[in-house]
């Protein structure tokens, strides 16, 4: 009797992955099943969850993701947007050095896995019908990478400040904020339902949520 196939998992990726990202989550749910149920799509899908990681946090931080640009180019201008170095650590220091060379080392892994998808990806072309497949190992290796790059790119994404402007807006990422308008004004009632006021206003006008938002952060009293 073979070997049971071991299961595959996201860790790092489940823990960061935006609340309400449907799509997202179809994605990672599909790697993950790849890797137990056929391997050549995880090819495939680890370069679509990473692609799907830049054209989010480009869209949080009010850039245009509907651009063709290849997924190197994407990746690329990801970090030049998150992954900031401290001023701290000096230009010609080698620490800067070294982490330069890393997050370099992070772009010539997403133009590898780029690479393999095309060549071995089993949904992106037709193949022979007797065409050799690399081993699940290499597979898991290319999972493994993609869940490193996107889990590292969206902690930085979280951590480092974003300038409002028209970045989008998730309810769950300001609950100090939320708290404040709800502590302010009366729960909304509908015959028996009830409904926070600060959810009211942020489905009902994110135009005038977004204006008080603004507003509540430049206020040094809060």
């Not at 998150?82 to 997050?103: F, H, M, N, Q, R």
């Not at 898991?140 to 996107?150: E, G, K, N, P, R």
């Not at 006021?197 to 009902?204: D, H, K, Q």
Request: glycine fraction near 4%; proline fraction near 3%; include cysteine.
């Amino acid at each position: 009797m073979p070997n049971e196939i071991e299961t595959f998992s996201l860790h790092g990726v489940r823990e960061v992955i935006p609340s309400g990202a449907v799509h997202l989550e179809r994605t990672v749910n599909a790697l993950e099943r790849s890797l137990t149920e056929n391997h050549g799509l995880a090819f495939d899908l680890s370069k679509s969850l990473i692609e799907s990681a830049c054209k989010t946090i480009i869209k949080d931080r009010g850039g245009d993701p509907t651009t063709k640009a290849e997924l190197p180019k994407l990746a690329s201008s990801v970090m030049d947007l998150v992954c900031v170095i401290s001023e701290d650590i000096e230009e010609s220091s080698e620490a800067k050095g070294s982490l330069k060379k890393t997050i370099n080392g992070l772009l010539t892994s997403i133009h590898g896995i780029c690479e393999l998808r095309r060549l071995f990806g089993e949904a992106s072309h037709g193949r022979d019908a007797y065409f050799s497949q690399l081993e699940r190992d290499h597979a898991l290796m290319v999972a493994y990478s993609a869940d490193v790059i996107v889990t590292y790119l969206f902690r930085l994404h979280k951590s480092v400040p974003n300038s409002l402007g028209n970045a989008r807006i998730l309810y769950n990422n300001y609950n100090k904020f939320n708290d404040w308008i709800d502590d302010q004004n009366d729960t909304v009632k509908i015959f028996d339902y009830e409904f926070k006021p600060s959810e009211v206003l942020f489905n009902n006008d994110r135009v005038a949520y977004r204006d008080l938002l603004i507003d509540y952060m430049e206020d040094d009293s809060h």
